[in-house]
């Protein structure tokens, strides 16, 4: 019965993420179809299955995302892209470096996904008054946010998920991935530099339409502003301090979200209805499946083939761990691929007794930096490349990965060694 149920388990897992990597199929409706036929063919029981969702991701993803939908209501994200445009004089290399650094830090305080939806229109605005082409303003953009979103629990899904399966908190992650991430940005810029500088060349009456724009009138609703910056600050306060006070970052996330629901005086109506559920729901599906694979023991005997292929030393598990993270996350999907790593790295640290904390912070940084490598690394490159494509601009696979994948590979080295002075 248990060798009918590992088969089965195998078959329905591989078929789920068949289907995810392939993309033919909506993404969030395969997970679902995959996590509840592992209910029905009784591979997990129903109670099991919820109990294994991790509600602390879920609840850390719900909260900001109605935090942030609030916030992009009142139009700051305009204010500060075209006040910056104009501090930048029009300058099309300033404006890339000022844009990037907004989006770096966005990304690591809301979410990058979220940073590039607000960013991304406003750029195409600026692009637009320069009649400069948007792709490299938008390359860097959307380079800075899955960097920037590597520094923090709250920036990119994978740390999320990684925090709630092993209760790190914001500051672990700060303090642990905040140092090299700055390296790697600063690097970055500057290897971007070398690439796209001597080719933004701008006209100067069109550099001149930029002090046209009246940032002022993007601010729809001052109040509101007031009450949502402050929410989000003493949110972010509460996740530098929720492990002191013995709260969960989930609870500091939801207390946020509706603390902020109430005072806005928003229907809730509104704002729930673009929580992205099919995100929440696509993580509820992954964990019920990777859930399922550790129950019959798929996980513990991933994890002893990885022990016996680095010989239980933590300096090669965790490298592997890096680069692993980084080439896969490249080509798929890093949401599935660090659901699936979890419990593996859990696995080495029962089996082996071995520190196993370099390898958390490998497997972050492997999984949310190799989203650079390719278009199809990290949701939002996906969603850039569409935006170009809806205004005219074509970015092929090709064209994205030849500036992608070096700086992938440089941020990669980069954190390597940072692993190996400082953990290993």
Same mark, same amino acid.
């Given at each position: 019965?248990?060798? @009918?149920?590992?088969?089965?388990?195998?078959?329905?897992?591989?078929l789920?993420?068949?289907a995810?990597?392939s993309?033919?199929?909506n993404r969030?409706?395969?997970?679902? %179809?995959g996590? +509840?036929l592992m209910?029905?063919?009784?591979?997990i029981?129903q109670?099991?299955a $919820?109990? /294994?969702?991790?509600?602390?991701?879920?609840g850390?993803?719900?909260g900001?995302?109605i935090?942030v939908?609030i916030?992009k &209501?009142?139009? +700051? $994200?305009?204010?500060?892209a075209?006040?910056?445009?104009?501090?930048?004089?029009? !300058?099309?290399?300033k404006i890339i470096?000022s844009?990037?650094?907004?989006?770096?830090?966005?990304?690591?305080?809301? !979410?990058?996904?979220?940073?590039?939806?607000?960013?991304?229109p406003?750029?195409?605005?600026?692009? !637009?008054?320069?009649?400069?082409?948007?792709?490299?303003f938008?390359i860097?953009e +959307?380079?800075?946010? #899955?960097?920037?979103?590597t520094?923090?629990?709250?920036? !990119?899904?994978? @740390?999320?998920?990684?925090g709630?399966?092993?209760?790190?908190? %914001?500051?672990? $992650?700060?303090?642990?991935?905040?140092p090299v991430?700055i390296?790697? $940005?600063v /690097?970055?810029?500057f290897?971007?530099?070398?690439?796209?500088g &001597?080719?933004? &060349?701008?006209?100067?009456k069109?550099?001149?339409?930029i002090?046209?724009?009246?940032?002022?009138?993007?601010?729809?609703d001052?109040?509101?502003?007031?009450k949502?910056?402050?929410?989000?600050?003493?949110?972010?306060?509460?996740f530098?301090?929720h492990?002191?006070?013995?709260?969960?970052?989930?609870?500091?996330?939801?207390f946020g979200?509706?603390?902020l629901?109430?005072?806005s005086k928003?229907?809730?109506?509104? /704002?729930?209805?673009?929580i992205?559920?099919?995100? /929440?729901?696509?993580?509820?599906?992954l964990?019920i499946?990777?859930?399922?694979?550790?129950? +019959?023991?798929?996980?513990?005997?991933?994890a002893?083939?990885?022990?016996?292929?680095?010989?239980g030393?933590?300096f090669?598990?965790?490298?592997?761990?890096?680069?692993l993270?980084?080439?896969?996350?490249?080509?798929?999907?890093?949401i599935?691929?660090?659901a699936?790593?979890?419990?593996?790295i859990? #696995?080495?640290?029962?089996?082996?007794?071995?520190?196993?904390?370099?390898?958390?912070?490998?497997l972050?940084?492997?999984a949310?930096?190799g989203? #650079?490598g390719?278009?199809?690394?990290?949701?939002? #490159?996906v969603?850039?490349?569409?935006?170009?494509e809806?205004n005219?601009? &074509?970015?092929?696979?090709? @064209?994205?990965?030849?500036?992608?994948?070096?700086?992938?590979?440089?941020?990669?080295?980069?954190?390597?060694?940072?692993l190996?002075?400082?953990?290993?």
């Open positions: 019965m248990w060798h @009918n149920h590992v088969l089965l388990a195998v078959l329905i897992f591989t789920t993420y068949t995810i990597i993309e033919k199929i969030t409706a395969i997970a679902i %179809f996590a +509840v209910i029905v063919s009784q591979v029981s109670e099991h $919820f109990g /294994i969702i991790d509600f602390n991701t879920i850390l993803l719900i900001m995302m935090i939908n916030l &209501k009142t139009g +700051v $994200f305009q204010y500060v075209i006040r910056t445009a104009k501090i930048a004089k029009g !300058d099309p290399w470096v844009f990037s650094v907004i989006t770096a830090i966005s990304s690591a305080l809301l !979410d990058n996904v979220t940073t590039i939806l607000l960013i991304a406003v750029t195409f605005v600026i692009t !637009d008054t320069l009649e400069m082409n948007p792709i490299p938008l860097p +959307v380079i800075a946010a #899955n960097v920037g979103g520094a923090t629990l709250i920036g !990119d899904p994978p @740390n999320i998920m990684i709630g399966a092993t209760g790190l908190g %914001f500051m672990d $992650f700060l303090i642990n991935l905040a991430v390296i790697i $940005f /690097i970055t810029i290897i971007l530099k070398i690439i796209y &001597k080719s933004l &060349k701008v006209d100067e069109n550099r001149m339409k002090f046209e724009f009246d940032e002022a009138k993007t601010i729809k001052r109040r509101l502003l007031i949502s910056l402050t929410v989000l600050s003493l949110t972010i306060i509460g530098a301090l492990q002191f006070v013995g709260l969960e970052s989930a609870t500091v996330a939801l979200g509706s603390f629901l109430l005072i928003i229907e809730p109506e509104e /704002i729930l209805i673009e992205e559920w099919t995100t /929440i729901f696509f993580f509820i599906g964990f499946l990777v859930g399922s694979l550790e129950e +019959v023991g798929i996980i513990e005997i991933l002893r083939k990885m022990m016996e292929l680095t010989g030393n933590l090669m598990t965790t490298i592997f761990v890096l680069w993270s980084a080439i896969a996350s490249a080509f798929l999907d890093n599935p691929f660090v699936t790593m979890i419990p593996l859990k #696995n080495v640290a029962a089996i082996s007794g071995m520190n196993v904390g370099p390898l958390w912070w490998a972050a940084l492997g949310c930096l989203g #650079n390719t278009l199809v690394g990290a949701s939002a #490159n969603i850039v490349g569409g935006m170009l809806k005219g601009h &074509k970015l092929s696979f090709l @064209n994205f990965m030849k500036v992608g994948f070096p700086l992938m590979l440089i941020s990669v080295i980069i954190s390597t060694v940072y190996i002075i400082f953990y290993v």
